[in-house]
């Protein structure tokens, strides 16, 4: 096998996304001392667009610019968050997969200047956030907390936040890890309080499908843990097929002796319907966990919820 000289990375050019990088360059250079690196810089629509994601024409706002790069041979590896990919399609054709990382933390962090936590907050106050996942099981545990529209990247959000178009926010731990802005979290929620999204916490390595000294290079990050988890979380969205309205959350975990586990949810935007399913793989390998749990949340009604929700 021969190893390549020079990796070229493509990513996104916000803060986190270049946090990521240089993660995964780092780690490469841990692995292969003799692999350089470059980074090639991206901006997304995602990036760019500040209004509803929903109206940017379909899913995958973060990454089209990313897998349009590397298709076109300008960079040999993305770096995708495996939230922001869509799984609702295959890949890209011509590209795959060629590790998970080891998963950061999957929880998401209340923001608030004041130093109060979820529970404390006075009603009315504004929690900056346009997630319909978030949107959704505030409503249901918090309905008198009021959500209005943020977007942009993390340092963006606590700008406007500072400049009072909200009075909190709610954004992934992992990310403000990423960027090194943990300082400003006053609670960290538990999954039970805020299920997170499909993918929190992964980063993917992506590359061309025919590009096997690449996928040979970096295939040595991989974490077994977070393949296994991002399988059975990937397969269950795919099989609810859900729009970028659909308020779906849930996270598999290798739990005892290893076995597998997957709790999901799908809420109604109002947070009044829930529906819940926890499952074991057992003998199952991931992806049918996947299936089967999504299987389970059809059985409850999830079509006719998530079809009932404008898109
Ligand atoms: N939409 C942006 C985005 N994409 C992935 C993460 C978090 C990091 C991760 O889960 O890998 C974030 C920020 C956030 O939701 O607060």
Known sequence: MSAPELIRIVSRSSPMALAQVERVRAELTALHPGIRTEVVPVTTSGDR????LSKLGGKGAFTKEVDAALLAGEADLAVHCVKDVPADRPLPAGTTFAAFLKRDDIRDALIHPGGLTL????AGTRIGTSSVRRIAQLAAS???LECVPMRGNAGRRMEKLAAGDADALLLAVSGLERIDRMDVVTEVLSVETMCPPIGAGIL?????????ETIDAVSGLGDPEAWREATAERMFLHVLQGHCNSPIAGYARCERGGDLSLRARVFTPDGKTVLNAHEWAGPLD?????TSVAVTLLRQGARELIDSIAH
């Open 49 to 52: 667009w500040m209004g509803d």
């Open 142 to 144: 918090h309905p008198e």
């Open 286 to 290: 991931p992806a049918t966990l996947g």
């Open 204 to 212: 993917a390595l992506q590359c061309r499908e025919d590009d096997t």
């Open 119 to 122: 529970d404390e907050l006075p």
